[in-house]
Structures are given as C-alpha cells and as structure tokens.
C-alpha cells in the first residue's frame, strides 16, 4: 500500500527530476524526453490498467494485443 508520504516524495522527486531535464538540456529536446519518456509511459500504464487491474504484466499484455 502507498502511503500518502510516500506519493509526495514520489511526486517531490518527479518534479526535482523534470526541473533538472529542463535546465540542463536543450527545450526541444528536454520536452522530447518528457513526452516520449515520462508521459507516454505514464498514460500508457493508466489506460492498461483498465484491460486488468490485478496484474500490472497483464494489463500491459492486454493493452498492447489490443492496440495492434
């Protein structure tokens, strides 16, 4: 279980980490890293999730067989 400390610190480190991506990269490619990196992948677990609650490996199993 997460507890809600946990997701601050979670959400804390993220925010340190795109900070320091955008100050010491290039914009362009700094967003490329974002979106490509941190945000598909992030949306992609939220939409598999979906498929199957249960087991992380099979919601994404289940995602990608339908997304073909």
């Known amino acids: 279980f997460k ?4 997701e601050y610190a979670l959400q804390g480190l993220e925010l340190l980490s795109l ?4 100050l010491f990269l290039p914009v362009l490619i700094a967003f490329t890293v974002y979106f ?3 945000h598909s992948t992030r949306h992609i677990f939220r939409v598999a999730v ?3 609650s249960q ?3 099979a919601a994404l199993t289940d995602f990608f ?3 073909w």
């Open 3 to 6: 507890t809600a400390s946990s």
């Open 19 to 22: 900070i320091g991506l955008f």
């Open 36 to 38: 490509c990196v941190w």
């Open 50 to 52: 979906m498929f199957n």
């Open 55 to 57: 087991n992380s490996f």
């Open 65 to 67: 067989k339908n997304s």
